[in-house]
């Protein structure tokens, strides 16, 4: 009798400690991972990130030498990563790979900040699974190699992904990834400033995997132009194959390594980059859409927040809206702005009875994009 009393008090006990995990917002006592907001980490019911503390507690897990292999991970949320005050160390390195499945949701993940001598460097630093439906905003400097805004080496997938971070390394340095190894990397684009002494590229540094329907329209420029690889898309490409991509003209000399592949890489003018029909075989139904306000493709699945940070860009915004486009937009304010308003020279509001504004305010610190 005493200790059936036992068992029913350690039942009791035990059931009040889930209880309060689960308030708390925490799978504590799941199988693997047990960080997450909430969530299984199964295919359909993806363990749940919405802040830094816990995508910190997923990056620790892995770089304890879990590599996640089969289990599912999805934001909730723009995260912050705090920039230049709190800089951030990769989710995998040399010797661990995130092999799970990582759905951004659509967000964004802003302040991303490394200033860092090691190689594998980015949001994540080793990649051999799934990153998905996710910007990247922030500024990456490196002296070492594999330097990328979503993953700094992969030989996973990447797809419906973009890149507004600045990135620098030595070699192996590209806006989704430093060096895309046998990995696959489809509908991403690069809007960052991209520069490394060699093999650096728009989406990857060096290619051994596929490339489709990607496109860069930020700076991509090499330290020793004479001897290096460098190119729109990518900086070298040995095995592996590019097709349907596209670059901004006058950001690169090349697609790749310089020069342009038929049906792999194609220039495009500031005025076709703007176009839905300069990219052939492009889904503009279902994954693409033209942003009149960034005069450039941008993701349904990811949509890319606009930066302001001027009083002529907040007018160009104003403009942009009230002229029917504030449906949907998403906006980060990235300085503050004094807009000199007087009685002669009052403020056009953003928004009209006829064009509302509605779009969506976002968390994350944007950096300045590179147009």
């Known amino acids: 009798m005493k200790k059936s009393k036992?068992?029913?008090?350690?039942?009791?006990?035990?059931?009040?400690?889930?209880?309060?995990?689960?308030?708390?917002?925490?799978?504590?006592?799941?199988?693997?991972?047990?960080?997450?907001?909430?969530?299984?980490?199964?295919?359909?019911?993806?363990?749940?990130?919405?802040?830094?503390?816990?995508?910190?507690?997923?990056?620790?897990?892995?770089?304890?030498?879990?590599d996640c292999?089969?289990?599912?991970?999805?934001?909730?949320?723009?995260?912050?990563?705090?920039?230049?005050?709190?800089?951030?160390?990769?989710?995998?390195?040399?010797?661990?790979?995130?092999?799970?499945?990582?759905?951004?949701?659509?967000?964004?993940?802003?302040?991303?900040?490394?200033?860092?001598?090691?190689?594998?460097?980015?949001?994540?630093?080793?990649?051999?699974?799934?990153?998905?439906?996710?910007?990247?905003?922030?500024?990456?400097?490196?002296?070492g190699?594999?330097?990328?805004?979503?993953?700094?080496?992969?030989?996973?997938?990447?797809?419906?992904?973009?890149?507004?971070?600045s990135l620098s390394g030595s070699g192996n340095v590209g806006g989704i990834t430093g060096d895309n190894y046998s990995g696959e990397i489809t509908n991403c684009y690069n809007a960052g400033a991209i520069s490394a002494a060699n093999n650096v590229g728009g989406i990857t540094g060096f290619n051994r995997g596929t490339i489709e329907k990607c496109y860069s329209s930020g700076a991509v420029s090499s330290s020793t132009p004479q001897t290096s690889s460098c190119g729109a898309i990518a900086g070298r490409s040995v095995s592996g194959e590019i097709t349907?991509?596209?670059?901004?003209?006058?950001?690169?000399?090349?697609?790749?390594?310089?020069?342009?592949?038929?049906?792999?890489?194609?220039?495009?003018?500031?005025?076709?980059?703007?176009?839905?029909?300069?990219?052939?075989?492009?889904?503009?139904?279902?994954?693409?859409?033209m942003n009149s306000f960034l005069k450039r493709p941008t993701l349904k699945s990811a949509p890319q927040p606009l930066s302001v940070s001027s009083k002529a860009e907040l007018e160009s915004l104003a403009s942009y809206v009230n002229s029917g486009g504030g449906s949907g937009v998403s906006i980060v304010l990235t300085a503050d702005i004094d807009l000199g308003c007087s009685a002669e020279k009052p403020w056009t509001p953003i928004g009209t009875e006829a064009s509302p504004f509605s779009g969506t305010p976002r968390r994350a610190r944007l950096s300045k994009i590179s147009e």
Not at 127 to 134: A, C, D, I, K, P
Not at 157 to 162: G, K, L, P, Q
Not at 260 to 288: E, P, Y
């Open 69 to 143: 292999g089969g289990e599912y991970f999805k934001l909730t949320d723009d995260i912050d990563l705090g920039g230049e005050s709190a800089p951030w160390t990769p989710i995998g390195d040399f010797s661990t790979s995130f092999g799970g499945t990582f759905d951004g949701g659509g967000h964004l993940i802003g302040g991303l900040y490394i200033e860092s001598s090691d190689s594998y460097l980015g949001l994540f630093g080793n990649l051999s699974g799934t990153v998905q439906n996710l910007g990247v905003s922030g500024e990456i400097t490196g002296s």
């Open 6 to 66: 036992k068992f029913i008090a350690w039942a009791a006990v035990l059931a009040m400690l889930m209880s309060v995990a689960l308030s708390l917002g925490f799978s504590a006592f799941a199988d693997g991972f047990d960080g997450a907001q909430s969530g299984s980490g199964k295919d359909g019911d993806p363990y749940l990130i919405s802040n830094i503390e816990q995508l910190g507690k997923l990056r620790d897990y892995v770089n304890d030498g879990n």
């Open 244 to 289: 349907d991509c596209y670059y901004l003209m006058n950001t690169a000399d090349g697609g790749i390594a310089g020069s342009d592949q038929a049906g792999g890489t194609k220039v495009l003018s500031a005025n076709d980059i703007a176009l839905s029909d300069s990219f052939s075989g492009w889904d503009f139904d279902g994954t693409w859409e």
């Open 145 to 165: 190699s594999y330097v990328g805004g979503v993953a700094g080496y992969s030989g996973g997938t990447i797809e419906n992904c973009y890149n507004i971070c």
